[in-house]
């Protein structure tokens, strides 16, 4: 009945009544669905999310192969090498020589390689934040398909709200947002973890008052401040999950506080990029602007995109720039020629305060531009 408290089970089929779908390459059942199906609020039902996962009262379980293992996987030692003697802050380097062209097939082979890579990076009682997009999905679902970690007492979060879009190639069926990623990579670890999603929309009514419900709230993440987050990078252009609501005029429920901000931006993003080139990049979907390699925006074009990501930041709920900087060490997962700038810009930023890269996996094409750009 309404005003009861929800008992276990309820609590369990709620979150199995959100996911099940994914099970036949459907999207999540939405949270207004839910509080239609079930009678209650919406803070009640995203509520029940958090505690069925926090509570281990349901878990995400693999149960067949979402992706192919790369096989003939090389590696460029001399470019790894070279990133590293460029950028001194950085950890480590793995730079792929993949054989494929396209872009979803890029990024399964750099989430692959991340993958294996894991291993070696994950510390035991590490928490681990999850971003959202290709990258992370891609070295998730490759994890996946190794032996599984034994680690004593991991928790995982999710570091951004959803967007609840479809994925680039639909053939694939499956989400790309970051509580996907954080219930699925629950399934690579031996041992009992914690997990903790946001179950909310990206930019929910409300910021301050749907932040503070959930851990990205300032008091509650500076108790669990990530040791490693992985997390790719976006840019607001082609096939990013902003830019194609823009295209689509279809912002849906997600999108639809910040979508006449989020236009305008688009706007000015198109007028000003190129091959190699676009203004507005984004981590986690917090968004960032980049300078040009060559020649200069006019001072009135850079002001304008700045207060515009500025106004759209202010109402994402996702990780803020200070939550960002805290993070011990991000694990990147991105390649493409169109993300060069994006990923140099960050790793100049990790020579300063400002982000803290630990290790970046990106294809050697990528990697090739990110060394010769001038900047």
């Not at 089929?13 to 919406?42: H, N, V, Y």
């Not at 004593?152 to 970051?178: C, K």
């Amino acid at each position: 009945m309404r005003g009861k408290p929800l008992t276990d089970e309820e609590i369990a089929q709620i979150a199995l009544d959100r996911f099940r779908p994914l099970k036949d390459g459907m999207r999540e059942t939405s949270i207004e669905a839910l509080k239609e199906k079930w009678g209650r609020p919406k803070n009640t039902i995203t509520s029940a999310l958090r505690r069925a996962f926090k509570g281990r009262l349901v878990e995400m379980t693999r149960t067949e192969k979402t992706t192919r293992t790369p096989t003939n996987l090389d590696r460029a030692p001399d470019l790894e090498i070279e990133l590293k003697r460029r950028y001194p802050s950085l950890f480590g380097a793995i730079v792929v020589r993949t054989k494929e062209t396209s872009s979803d097939r890029i990024h399964r082979d750099l989430g692959y390689a991340m993958a294996c890579e894991l291993g070696n990076i994950i510390p035991h009682n590490a928490t681990i934040g999850l971003g959202s997009g290709r990258g992370p999905y891609y070295t998730v679902t490759a994890l996946n398909q190794m032996p599984r970690l034994s680690r004593d007492g991991i928790t995982l979060m999710s570091l951004t709200g959803a967007v609840y879009p479809e994925t680039h190639d639909e053939r694939l069926n499956v989400l790309l947002d970051a509580d996907f990623h954080t219930g699925l990579l629950g399934v690579s670890f031996s041992k009992p973890l914690t997990q903790r999603m946001i179950s909310y929309p990206i930019a929910p009514n409300g910021i301050e008052k749907t932040r503070r419900d959930t851990w990205l709230e300032e008091k509650e993440f500076h108790e669990h401040v990530p040791t490693v987050a992985i997390v790719g990078v976006g840019v607001l252009r082609g096939r990013h999950r902003f830019y194609e609501a823009v295209k689509k005029n279809n912002p849906g429920p997600a999108l639809a506080p910040i979508f006449a901000d989020l236009k305008k931006l688009v706007d000015l993003a198109d007028k000003h990029s190129n091959d190699i080139y676009c203004p507005v990049a984004d981590v986690c979907n917090r968004l960032y602007y980049i300078d040009p390699s060559r020649g200069m925006l006019p001072d009135s074009t850079k002001r304008n995109i700045l207060t515009l990501i500025s106004h759209i930041n202010e109402q994402l709920l996702t990780i803020n720039e200070e939550q960002l900087r805290m993070i011990g060490g991000l694990l990147l997962v991105a390649g493409t020629r169109d993300k060069a700038m994006a990923i140099r810009s960050l790793l100049e930023d990790s020579e300063s305060p400002r982000v803290r890269l630990q290790v970046v996996c990106i294809d050697a094409p990528t990697a090739e531009l990110i060394l010769n750009l001038i900047g």
